[in-house]
T-cell receptor, first 111, second 115 residues
Framework: GNSVTQMEGPVTLSEEAFLTINCTYT??????LFWYVQYPGEGLQLLLK?????DKGSNKGFEATYRKETTSFHLEKGSVQVSDSAVYFC??????????FGTGTRLTIIP | GAVVSQHPSWVICKSGTSVKIECRSL??????MFWYRQFPKQSLMLMAT?????????EQGVEKDKFLINHASLTLSTLTVTSAHPEDSSFYIC???????????FGDGTRLSIL
């Protein structure tokens, strides 16, 4: 079956530091890949997505590239802010369009 | 656009009562809605998928008689937790999708606490 493996947290960084959250996946066929962000007490918001190999999703300074050869979709941001503190979920969807989520990575940015 | 509203956001009730959670798509018609459950510091687990006018499809291990799902219109789905017990306490999140080519849009979740 499908699965998503995410870098375990929590991750704590200083403001303006470089961020990488690793994500690898296992799926049959060619899934679409997503990063969702969850702020405290809220539901999930779609941060970015990529639907085919070598696509790069980007939003709010975050980027992730769909790497088929390494089955990865790592999330990166060059300079994080305190407001980026949240839980980040990597996810994939297959032909059934069901989402399979990773376990989430809690990110805390300190001023 | 693509706003999903979930109500209530927080509910506390006594063991044995039933609790209904509503999920509404405010500015689009949702042919499919999904219900998830999230335990503290864990990921979202899909409970069921519901298509408007059809019976919900439940994931393995989810009790159909315990978690009643109704998707009577293109903008509303409800999840009723029947005879709730403390082990049902969790964060429940719904999502809605206009069609298979569109992403899921999530509600803000409902924190359910059973005393």
């Amino acid at each position: 079956g499908n699965s998503v493996t995410q870098m375990e947290g929590p991750v704590t960084l200083s403001e303006e530091a470089f961020l990488t959250i690793n994500c690898t996946y296992t799926a049959t066929g060619y899934p679409s890949l997503f990063w969702y962000v969850q702020y405290p007490g809220e539901g999930l918001q779609l941060l970015l997505k990529a639907t085919k190999a070598d696509d790069k999703g980007s939003n709010k300074g975050f980027e992730a590239t769909y790497r088929k050869e390494t089955t990865s979709f790592h999330l990166e941001k060059g300079s994080v802010q305190v407001s980026d503190s949240a839980v980040y979920f990597c996810a994939l969807s297959d032909r059934n369009e069901k989402l399979t989520f990773g376990t989430g990575t809690r990110l805390t940015i300190i001023p | 656009g693509a706003v999903v509203s979930q109500h209530p956001s927080w509910v506390i009730c006594k063991s044995g009562t039933s609790v209904k959670i509503e999920c509404r798509s405010l500015d689009f018609q949702a042919t499919t809605m999904f219900w998830y459950r999230q335990f503290p510091k864990q990921s979202l687990m899909l409970m069921a998928t519901s298509n408007e006018g059809s019976k919900a499809t439940y994931e393995q291990g989810v009790e159909k008689d315990k978690f009643l799902i109704n998707h009577a219109s293109l903008t509303l789905s409800t999840l009723t937790v029947t005879s709730a017990h403390p082990e049902d306490s969790s964060f429940y999140i719904c999502s809605a999708r206009a069609d298979n080519n569109q992403p899921q849009h999530f509600g803000d979740g409902t924190r359910l606490s059973i005393l």
